[in-house]
């Protein structure tokens, strides 16, 4: 009798370590999945951030602003053409005033 219960004793010890092995598997393969989702969460929260506020390189952004000085120029050079115009009409109108 006292074999079969060193036996016994065994399978049990053995059944043990197997369900342990099996559990110790199961949160590895948890812990992993764990970890991927909190790498998907931040690659999306990055691609949103991203999205909404894009990155503009630094020779870009001297791209934007010295455009955008040309465009003021521009603007500037458009409304005192408008005033040259106007001047010019007036100028005009007083000549063909003086003359009758």
Do not use: C, W
Not at 30 to 59: D, M
Request: net charge positive; glycine share 0%.
């Amino acid at each position: 009798m006292a074999p079969n219960v060193n036996l016994q004793r065994r399978k049990r010890l053995r059944d043990t370590k197997r369900d342990i092995e099996k559990l110790r598997k199961e949160l590895v393969k948890q812990e992993k999945q764990q970890k991927k989702q909190q790498k998907k969460e931040q690659l999306n929260l990055v691609t949103f951030y991203f999205a909404n506020f894009p990155y503009i390189s630094i020779s870009e952004k001297q791209k934007r602003t010295e455009s955008n000085f040309e465009k003021q120029k521009r603007i500037e050079s458009n409304s005192e053409k408008q005033k040259r115009i106007a001047s010019n009409k007036e100028k005009l109108r007083e000549t063909k005033e003086s003359r009758e």
